[in-house]
């Protein structure tokens, strides 16, 4: 019984670790789950849909709009995302994305066909914010983007001081049964 049990929560364990922590990452709910701030235009609709029904789309002409959300992570542990992304028009149209702050961004190549993003991040807190930071010039189009996912693939590294603590618990233990099976013996 406690070899199904240990396996069910391993099992459970496992399933959660792979699963995708963006709500919404379609855009299929609209813009659910997600906040944009200084754009002229955020919406999801059809028109931006890579797959499925719907796609988030905007512009902002006068400086970066950011559309985000906060993650709930672990500390510590590897991350792997991805989304897809294009530009309406390809002149003046600047898409970058971060999981800290726009000075730490990266940016997307700008184009007219669907191009996926791809990449790896180390959580440094219990939660992280996920960003996406469009601009465009005036007359120039909209961003697309659509799919975005981002999964556990790493589980954290312990700190040497945790091996010392799984030690000193694991003898502690040892002594526990030891005393109970002497008294038993007794």
């Known amino acids: 019984m406690k070899k199904l049990l240990t396996a069910a929560l391993l099992s459970v364990a496992a399933a959660n670790a ?15 789950g997600w906040s944009c701030s200084g754009a002229d235009l955020c919406t999801a609709s059809n ?31 590897t991350y792997g995302f991805s989304f897809f992304s294009n530009a309406y028009q390809t002149a003046g149209n600047e898409l970058r994305y971060s999981f800290s702050d726009f000075s730490g961004s990266t940016l997307v190549p700008t184009t007219t066909q669907w191009l996926q993003s791809t990449g790896t991040f180390v959580a440094t807190s219990s939660s992280t914010l996920m960003q996406f930071f469009f601009a465009t010039d005036p007359g120039t189009g909209t961003w697309r983007l659509d799919d975005v996912s981002v999964e556990q693939i790493a589980a954290p590294v312990p700190e040497p ?26």
């Open 18 to 32: 792979n699963a995708n922590l963006v709500t919404n990452g379609s855009f299929e709910s609209g813009l659910s």
């Open 47 to 77: 028109q931006a849909a890579h797959t499925g029904s719907a796609g988030a789309y905007g512009y902002d002409n006068s400086g970066f709009a950011t559309l985000s959300q906060t993650l709930s992570t672990i500390v510590g542990a």
């Open 161 to 186: 001081e945790t091996y010392a603590m799984l030690l000193a618990g694991l003898g502690l233990m040892a002594g526990v049964v030891r005393r109970r099976k002497a008294q038993q013996d007794a």
